[in-house]
Structure formats: structure tokens, C-alpha cells
């Protein structure tokens, strides 16, 4: 088929390269203006990839440009394109529309473009923005994309309480890859399929008040990794999210700008480990309540002042000792007894019993000042005597320190007898003093004698205490056959 008229030469040098594929060079670098022999027509390219022009028997025609200076809007909205398309180091004036097109391998390379639509985009190969600079959104609901997307180094900027990547339902095959990415605005992966992996290494996201990343109830096979530099200026909000494989914030950096506000938001996410070791420590809530995962990697001092853990699954923890777990489950605002339970049960599993005895103390403790005064006061007494019953010997150790104290008091001061010396068993301190502890009369001593003086009111704060640890002991024991 013979060019179409009114061509400039570069666009007549691109429709003779076309059915072989041969990559037109315009310029090593990209335009900053409309240079006369880099122009190069929209609506040209468009022909090209909608097949104006007959292909090469045994060659595989694409359109492949580099510096070009590209005017009007390159619009394959709902097209079929059945060829590559590859424009390097290109500066396009108005934003592309690929939207509803099916289309084969797409690649965009250091170009520079007010924006991109690309809604409901179905491509066979993959569709690479690298090292590109946009001025405006990238559009991508409900796009599938079958060959993985790249982004790696790209730049964009829109004004930060805007959506820079928009995306919904996005469906990804081998991989989504934004390295090294600079982006103004935020992130929206909402509902998105990553089958490859989503990999953020080293990418800077800005959205300072509103949502850096929103991932949520997104599936990612593989990894997630939001690591080695990744940084987050806003939310990242992996809520319902499902990852097959780690979730990493290895050396990252999460900050929502405000401390009241979320930094992460992952609950309800389910992951195979969760790697949560920023740099540095997190500014702003961490939320991972109702959260399934199946190994938890952190430390003290990245953490959080205020960690939402309630209804939290995990099967392993690493990287924090006993004491620093204590305050992992105690850093939010509000009570809750299921953190409490869920580490119990993980040392106990562990074989650990010791500890997890310790923090089922932790957790009455702080379920203390949740409750009014009469409360707190048995709440104290229980705890001083028996441990709420995990620390029985407490209650053994009272009571032989109060059967000492007796015995030496009523060995110096002695009860007088009721009834006539051959009615009565023989006196001995150490015994009146059991009576006394012993809420039950067993020894018949407490009947037989009468405290006489100041030794009375030590009897009488013997009888008291000694029903006071019978009955903590009991309800201590209790609460540990059933703690909830």
C-alpha cells in the first residue's frame, strides 16, 4: 500500500519501517519542543497499529520510535491492535487512550505524556511506563495485563490529594514492577490480581493526609515487596488483602504524616509472613486486627506507639524477647483480652508455659483499669494472693507467714479457756493458729479458747484473711479453668 499524502518525513520514514519492525530514530534524547524533523502525528501511529498499512511476509511489523516529538492524541480507544508498540525517549503532547483496546506488547520508555488511559486495557505482552514522566494520572481499571506491568523509575505527579496510578479489578500475569519509582499522589491497587508478585523496591509515594497505597482486598502471589527504600508518605492500606507469600517492609519507610492518623492499615489481610522491619520507626497506627499470618518478623524499635492487634492469627513470632512481646499486645488504647490469649497460646504451643502463664497475668492486669474501685481492690487482692490463680504459692506463702505470726503471738499472749481446763484439748499456739486461718473449725481449738487484749484483734485478722485467701484461691482457680 503507498504512503498516504501529506507525510512528513519523519512520519513517511516510520510508515516504510513499519512492516519490519525497524526502529526509527529521531534523536537520542527526548524533544522539549516541536522540532521540525522530529513531528511526528498521532493519529499517524494510530493508523499504523490499526493496520492502514500492509505487513512484510516473514517479518513482524511494529511501530518503534525514539525522539520523536509526538502531536495530537494517539487514540486506540476499544482498537484492536494486533503489533508492538515501542516508543522511546518520545515526548507526547496529550495524553494516550487505550482504553477497551486489546492490544500486543506496549512500551513507553522514557517518555514524557500529560497522562494515560488505560481502562479496561487488554494486552497480550506487557505495558511498561519505565523511566517515564507523567503529568497527570495513569488510568488502569479493570485493565488485564498479560505480560506484567513495569514502572520502574517512572515519575508522576498530580496534586497529592489526587490518585496518580487509578486502578480497580487490575489483573497482572508475571509481575508488577515500580522500582525506584518517584510518584506525587496516590496509589490505588483496589481489588487489583498481582499473579507475579508486586514489587515496590526503592519507590517514594507522597500523599501526605491521604492514602500513599491502597491495596486493599488485593490478591498478590509471591511477594509483596515494599522494601529496600520503599517509602510511603500516607497511608498503605492492605485491608482484606490476600498475599501468597511474604509481605516485606524490610528497610521501607512508613509515615502517615500524623501520629493520630494510620500508617498501616492490614486488617483483615491473610499472608503467609509478614516482614514489618522499616528503617526506622513507624509514624502513625499500625492496624493488623483480625489478620491471619503465618509469621510475624519485627522489632521493638520500629514499633508503633499505638498497635491495633485484636483478633490478630499468627503461628510464629520472631525478633522480640518476652518482656518487649508484653508491650506489643498492651500498645492499644483499648482493652482487648484476645491479644493476651492469642500470645499465651503461642509460648504455651511453644513450650514456654512459664511465660504464657505471665502473660495471662499481664492480661488481668491490664484488664484493671478497665474496671470501677470494688472491682480494682479484689482485683489487687487477687493478684497479691494468689496470682488470679496461676501463682498458687503465693497463697501458701501468706498463710505460713500468718500461721508464723500467730503461733508467736499466742505463744506469748495466751487465750483464756471457755469452759472448765477438763473439758478442753490442751492448748498449743500452733494449732489455735490453723483454727483460726482454717475458715472450718477443724482442730476444736478456735471454740476451746478466747483471744484475750491486743492478741484478740490478731485473732480476729486471722479468721478474716484466712477466708479472704480461701475464697481468692478459689476464684483464682476459677478464672483459670475458665479465663474468659
Known sequence: MPQPPGLNDAERRLWAAFPAGTTVELGDDRPAGPLPDRIVRAEVIGQLLLGA???????????????????????????????????????LVEEPDLSNAQTRQLRFAECRMPGFDGGGLRADGYLSLSGSEIEGQVRLPRAQLGGGLRMNGTTITVAPEEWAVYSGGLVVDVGTFIRDARITGGVRFVGARMNGGLFMEGTVIESPGGHALDGQNMVVEDACELSRGFSALGTVRLRSARVNGIVS????????????????????????????????????????????IGVIMDHPSVWPDELWLNGLVYETLRGADFKDRLSWVSRDNEFHLQPYEQLAAWYHGTGFDDLARKVQLAKLRARRRRLHVVGRVWNHVLDWTVGYGYRPWLAFAWFAALLALGTTVFSIEHPRPMKPKDELPAFHALV??????????????QLAYDALGWSRWVAYGLVTTGWVLATALIAGVTRVLRPN
Open 53 to 91: 498499512c500492509e505487513t512484510r511476509p516473514g517479518s513482524v511489523a511494529a511501530v518503534r520510535l525514539r525522539g520523536a516529538y509526538i502531536l495530537g492524541r494517539l487514540d486506540l480507544a476499544g482498537g484492536l491492535v494486533e503489533h508492538e508498540l515501542r516508543l522511546e525517549r518520545c515526548r
Open 432 to 445: 489455735y493458729s490453723l483454727d483460726l486461718l482454717i475458715p472450718l473449725d477443724t482442730f476444736g481449738q
Open 249 to 292: 517492609f524490610s528497610r521501607g519507610r512508613l509515615d502517615s504524616g500524623d501520629p493520630a492518623r494510620q500508617a498501616l492499615h492490614a486488617s483483615h489481610m491473610q499472608a503467609d509472613e509478614l516482614l514489618l522491619w522499616p528503617d526506622r520507626k513507624i509514624n502513625g497506627r499500625v492496624s493488623l486486627s483480625y489478620s491471619r
